[in-house]
């Protein structure tokens, strides 16, 4: 079982930075693709930076490209998610997600993660 949580949202100016971690107490996250996703009020939930379970592969949205990184942390079983140059736009509910799928390609569909966490407001002002 995996219980997802993550700790690390919060307000912060425009061009600031945040690092979320998402956090595992459950099983190992190298055993898992894990994505960060966000959803803005009314809007669908989107993937913006996935890792492989290796950590070997990610992928960004083309929104958050040059910007986010995503990366895992084996030692303290987590997946951070760097967060450079914010802007209001990038205000939303990030999420993070486990799915045990292990192929070349990431998920491309929401109904694929096994497991998901709580949600962590991030708030970027102007």
């Known amino acids: 079982q995996v219980h997802l949580v993550e700790p690390g949202g919060g307000w912060v100016q425009s061009v600031g930075s945040l690092r979320p971690p998402c956090a595992s107490s459950?099983?190992?996250?190298?055993?898992?693709?894990i994505t960060w996703l966000r959803q803005a009020p009314g809007k669908e939930r989107e993937a913006v930076a996935h890792i492989s379970h290796s950590g070997s592969r990610t992928y960004n949205a083309d929104s958050v490209k040059g910007r986010f990184t995503i990366s895992k942390d084996n030692t303290k079983n987590t997946v951070n998610l760097q967060m450079n140059s914010l802007k209001p736009e990038d205000t939303d509910v990030y999420y993070c997600a486990a799915t045990s799928r292990i192929g070349s390609g990431f998920p491309s569909e929401n109904n694929e993660y096994d497991y998901w966490g709580q949600g962590t407001q991030v708030t970027v002002s102007s």
């Open positions: 459950g099983r190992t996250l190298s055993s898992y693709t």
